[in-house]
């Protein structure tokens, strides 16, 4: 056999995912006056949410002279070239909550820009997570992201970048919680200044420390006298004392004072008679620095009592993520409820108040950490914080609702992050409140959801799990909602090849829907048809076919014949009957699926085509290239019509009629065609995506056809290198590659290399797949192969009888591999010079072939040839014995 990938259709073994009937929302868009993004330089590029400058912003000059010290730079300025070759500069900002450690980075990213430093990226540091999704957007703005690429690969891109880069570029960690995640994902060498904003004083002992303190006493009266106008510097040293010269309680204090027209001993007698013990629960010791609570809790009431939106608002607001809120949330969930303008006014208001800030650009609001925990302190004692969750919880809902999934989601990716980040911020909460509400739920799967569309499976299967047992936990383990979470869960571990796992969820949710929901409910039938497609993939095609049977005759009984997914089901059947070398079932069933959906869909629709490729490459796989090629050739012209040139689903049609090509022997068209569709997929998902990766596969098994092994062999090993590397060294696909290459080996005459890569491939494929494994089977009859092509016969005949009789037990007297098993064996006993045993099983195996194939199929082509070589040695005598194996035939698949 070859261990080819030849393309299969696009439509079959669909994973059918559950949204827990939430419904796409399609709103206007309104659009609102925001202040206008600060001028950059030509070419500039500045990623995250810098903040604004405050309203009577403090600089603190002498902090920053000595941060530009410790990051080796002297004031930021425009610089030509810095050189990368030594160790990157690196300070960590500490100190306690509220004495301005953001602020002072703000400003020093301000000063950078102003210089042109050609890139500024800010990024949120609480969790991987956020640090991931930072650097993947970095990725995006420096052109480094690929389309097949997840957040963990584009953010390593943009590190390598970072570190390659010779010009001065700033990278910011805010808030940053572990030291050994930052240093993970901290460029280690070049010209980038990386700074760390924290309170974790672990960061001071591994990176150059800044510690910063609150104002000193002339800052205080300044930052004051700045903010509320008054000329009174010993009542802003008062008040700078009573609240511990901490900037965030100054600017509290200050724009209540602005606000309400006060003077410093008025702020003060307000402050002393505020009764916080009815806000806040007591703590024990100095929860807070001094005053600080009262400052915030007077300024929260204070524009609470003018702005009826704020309290349900700030209670939101408190219980989001940190690192921001873009408008485009807000604004979703102001769309449910109140006017988008007036949302803008209380924005501003708060603002005013120093409640919230905003980034640089004006998208995005920011609340500090200090304000949102008094905040959610004062719901906690007052019995609210469930209230503000569900809020929050429904502000996501709809943003939600404004989202793509399926193939729209890589478009909105930077929408999906933001929704994750969200999401994550509120379920910590929630969880930490000891509720979850079913809506969170439904949200964190939409979320693994969108992962898992954006092939981010490292992300995608924690996510996953830890709601399965979310859902397990709350509403029990056979509610509806936790049997879709487990369905999904066994959708992401079998796209990740993982059929172990993935079989035994599936078979799990089956068995809960079925006891649950009965047998004829439409998830029960989702659920069937996902573990039938699952079991195909195993290569048990014994339970997998059944299965789909009923899962056809349950979908036409309850949602009829014409329903789309009865016809996918129909569809999937016809695959599985194909796969299992059963044509004369599959061929009219494809032939019939195709009726009905030009019927029902129209010629154009996009699962026509999908069936009319399916199709086609079964008359390919029965050897009718006459009906397969034009059926390709037409499919291919309307997918690129309807499609466009670059759609997944066109350029699967291009591969199929390549392989259809390379079938018919027509190299000189298989071999350009297999190029240019390899550079497609290469520009539009990715080097790494699976699909480019199949294609580079496809191009070198062409190359081996065509007796160029020359560039055969490396681009195999190429392909094996880069599959071990993306999809792990078990995965089927790089088991495939495996044998491929062994095959290559062995047509160059190198079975050194070949036989123990043989080897190791059925040990590993007998391991991950099972014995009875199809592809296993394959491997089997390739190392036997290679034995008898080295002249073993002793260790060749034993694994081609016991290949053949597992072959038969497993697929099928009639299968093509079952054909092609008893073919070489044939050929080893007339190497062995046992014509006696090798003609009569040529002869038996060439009437099935002519019986099951046809006459002109390949394989039938060649075992003739095989039997008649054979005969023509009978007539010669005994001398007749061959030295060179007669020729195989070719199992279809690996």
């Given at each position: 056999m070859t261990g080819d990938e030849p393309p299969s259709g696009t439509a079959g073994d669909h994973i059918e995912f559950h949204h827990n009937l939430i419904e796409k929302a399609v709103g206007v868009e309104h659009h609102h006056h925001y202040p206008p993004p600060p001028e950059r330089a030509p070419g500039q590029i500045v990623e995250g949410d810098i903040p604004q400058r405050p309203p009577g912003f403090q600089p603190r000059e002498q902090l920053l002279r000595r941060l530009a010290v410790l990051l080796d730079d002297g004031p930021p300025a425009k610089h030509a070239d810095a050189g990368n070759g030594g160790a990157v500069a690196i300070c960590a900002v500490a100190g306690t909550p509220g004495v301005g450690k953001t602020m002072l980075a703000a400003?020093?990213?301000?000063?950078?820009?102003?210089?042109?430093?050609?890139?500024?990226?800010?990024?949120?540091?609480?969790?991987?997570?956020?640090?991931?999704?930072g650097l993947a957007a970095l990725a995006e703005r420096l052109g480094q992201r690929r389309p097949d690429d997840d957040a963990a690969t584009a953010a390593a891109r943009a590190r390598s970048w970072l570190a390659a880069t010779t010009r001065p570029a700033l990278l910011v960690f805010d808030n940053a919680a572990d030291v050994a995640v930052v240093r993970r994902w901290c460029p280690a060498?070049?010209?980038?200044?990386?700074?760390?904003?924290?309170?974790?004083?672990?960061?001071?002992?591994?990176?150059?420390?800044?510690?910063?303190?609150?104002?000193?006493?002339?800052?205080?009266?300044?930052?004051?006298?700045?903010?509320?106008?008054?000329?009174?510097?010993?009542?802003?040293?008062?008040?700078?004392?009573?609240?511990?010269?901490?900037?965030?309680?100054?600017?509290?204090?200050?724009?209540?004072?602005?606000?309400?027209?006060?003077?410093?001993?008025?702020?003060?007698?307000?402050?002393?008679?505020?009764?916080?013990?009815?806000?806040?629960?007591?703590?024990?010791?100095?929860?807070?620095?001094?005053?600080?609570?009262?400052?915030?809790?007077?300024?929260?009431?204070?524009?609470?009592?003018?702005?009826?939106?704020?309290?349900?608002?700030?209670?939101?607001?408190?219980?989001?993520?940190?690192?921001?809120?873009?408008?485009?949330?807000?604004?979703?969930?102001?769309?449910?409820?109140?006017?988008?303008?007036?949302?803008?006014?209380?924005?501003?208001?708060?603002?005013?108040?120093?409640?919230?800030?905003?980034?640089?650009?004006?998208?995005?609001?920011?609340?500090?950490?200090?304000?949102?925990?008094?905040?959610?302190?004062?719901?906690?004692?007052?019995?609210?914080?469930?209230?503000?969750?569900?809020?929050?919880?429904?502000?996501?809902q709809a943003f939600n609702a404004t989202l793509p999934y399926g193939a729209g989601s890589w478009a909105a990716r930077a929408q999906v992050e933001t929704l994750i980040d969200q999401t994550n911020t509120v379920y910590h909460w929630a969880l930490a409140g000891g509720d979850l509400p079913t809506e969170l739920l439904a949200l964190r799967g939409w979320c693994g959801r969108y992962l898992y569309d954006l092939a981010d499976l490292t992300r995608a299967i924690p996510l996953f799990e830890a709601t399965l047992a979310d859902h397990e936990r709350v509403l029990g383990a056979d509610h509806p909602s936790t049997l879709a979470s487990r369905n999904n869960l066994a959708g992401v571990y079998r796209e990740a090849g993982n059929l172990g796992r993935a079989i035994s969820l599936f078979e799990a949710a089956l068995a809960g829907h079925e006891r649950?929901?009965?047998?004829?409910?439409?998830?029960?039938?989702?659920?069937?048809?996902?573990?039938?497609?699952?079991?195909?993939?195993?290569?048990?095609?014994?339970?997998?076919?059944?299965?789909?049977?009923?899962?056809?005759?349950?979908?036409?009984?309850?949602?009829?014949?014409?329903?789309?997914?009865?016809?996918?089901?129909?569809?999937?059947?016809?695959?599985?009957?194909?796969?299992?070398?059963?044509?004369?079932?599959?061929?009219?069933?494809?032939?019939?699926?195709?009726?009905?959906?030009?019927?029902?869909?129209?010629?154009?629709?996009?699962?026509?085509?999908?069936?009319?490729?399916n199709l086609a490459t079964a008359y390919c796989a029965a050897g009718d290239l006459r009906r397969a090629i034009p059926l390709l050739e037409a499919t291919l012209a309307d997918c690129e019509r309807v499609l466009g040139g670059d759609h997944p689903h066109t350029l699967q049609s291009r591969i199929n009629l390549a392989h259809a090509y390379e079938t018919a022997g027509d190299l000189g068209?298989?071999?350009?065609?297999?190029?240019?569709?390899?550079?497609?997929?290469?520009?539009?998902?990715?080097?790494?995506?699976?699909?480019?990766?199949?294609?580079?596969?496809?191009?070198?098994?062409?190359?081996?056809?065509?007796?160029?092994?020359?560039?055969?062999?490396?681009l195999y090993e190429a392909t094996l290198a880069d599959r071990e590397r993306v999809l792990d060294a078990d995965h089927p696909d790089t088991l495939t590659s495996r044998n491929n290459l062994a095959h290559?080996?062995?047509?160059?005459?190198?079975?050194?290399?070949?036989?123990?890569?043989?080897?190791?491939?059925?040990?590993?494929?007998?391991r991950v797949l099972d014995a009875d494994h199809p592809d296993t089977l394959t491997s089997r009859n390739n190392l036997a192969h290679a034995y008898h092509a080295a002249g073993d016969l002793r260790r060749a005949i034993p694994l081609y009888e016991s290949t053949l009789a597992d072959c038969e037990r497993v697929l099928g007297g009639d299968h093509p591999h079952t054909l092609t098993s008893r073919n070489n064996?044939?050929?080893?006993?007339?190497?062995?010079?046992?014509?006696?045993?090798?003609?009569?099983?040529?002869?038996?195996?060439?009437?099935?072939?002519?019986?099951?194939?046809?006459?002109?199929?390949?394989?039938?082509?060649?075992?003739?040839?095989?039997?008649?070589?054979?005969?023509?040695?009978?007539?010669?005598?005994a001398g007749g014995r061959r030295r060179v194996p007669p020729r195989r035939g070719k199992y279809p698949s690996s």
């Open positions: 400003s020093y990213a301000w000063a950078c820009q102003a210089a042109g430093w050609p890139v500024v990226a800010w990024i949120a540091a609480e969790s991987t997570d956020q640090i991931v999704t060498t070049g010209a980038t200044r990386a700074l760390i904003t924290t309170r974790n004083r672990a960061f001071l002992r591994s990176y150059q420390p800044l510690e910063v303190g609150v104002f000193t006493l002339d800052q205080a009266q300044a930052f004051l006298h700045r903010r509320t106008g008054l000329d009174d510097p010993g009542g802003a040293a008062e008040l700078a004392t009573e609240l511990g010269h901490l900037p965030l309680a100054l600017a509290q204090a200050a724009s209540v004072i602005a606000r309400l027209h006060l003077d410093y001993p008025s702020y003060l007698d307000l402050l002393h008679a505020f009764p916080i013990g009815d806000y806040l629960p007591a703590h024990d010791g100095d929860a807070y620095p001094a005053g600080t609570a009262q400052a915030i809790m007077l300024s929260i009431t204070q524009a609470e009592a003018s702005l009826p939106s704020a309290p349900h608002l700030l209670a939101m607001l408190s219980v989001l993520s940190p690192a921001g809120i873009p408008l485009t949330v807000l604004s979703a969930g102001s769309k449910a409820g109140s006017h988008p303008v007036h949302l803008r006014e209380t924005l501003a208001a708060l603002a005013d108040n120093c409640l919230i800030s905003f980034s640089e650009d004006g998208a995005t609001v920011l609340m500090h950490r200090l304000v949102q925990r008094v905040l959610r302190e004062r719901a906690t004692h007052h019995g609210h914080l469930s209230a503000a969750l569900a809020r929050a919880v429904g502000l996501l649950v929901l009965g047998a004829d409910h439409p998830d029960t039938l989702t659920s069937r048809g996902n573990l039938a497609g699952t079991y195909r993939a195993a290569g048990n095609l014994g339970r997998a076919i059944p299965l789909y049977e009923a899962t056809l005759a349950g979908r036409e009984r309850v949602l009829g014949g014409d329903h789309p997914g009865a016809l996918t089901i129909r569809n999937d059947l016809a695959h599985a009957y194909q796969a299992a070398g059963d044509l004369g079932r599959a061929i009219p069933l494809y032939e019939a699926t195709l009726a009905d959906c030009e019927r029902v869909l129209g010629g154009d629709h996009p699962h026509t085509l999908i069936s009319r490729i068209r298989a071999i350009p065609l297999y190029e240019a569709t390899l550079a497609d997929r290469e520009r539009v998902l990715g080097g790494d995506h699976p699909d480019t990766l199949t294609s580079r596969n496809n191009l070198a098994h062409a190359y081996h056809a065509a007796g160029d092994l020359r560039r055969a062999i490396p290559a080996y062995h047509a160059a005459g190198d079975l050194r290399r070949a036989i123990p890569l043989y080897e190791s491939t059925v040990a590993d494929r007998e064996l044939a050929g080893a006993y007339e190497t062995a010079g046992d014509l006696g045993r090798a003609i009569p099983l040529y002869e038996a195996t060439l009437a099935d072939c002519e019986g099951v194939l046809g006459a002109d199929h390949p394989t039938t082509r060649t075992v003739r040839r095989n039997l008649e070589a054979a005969a023509a040695a009978t007539h010669r005598g």
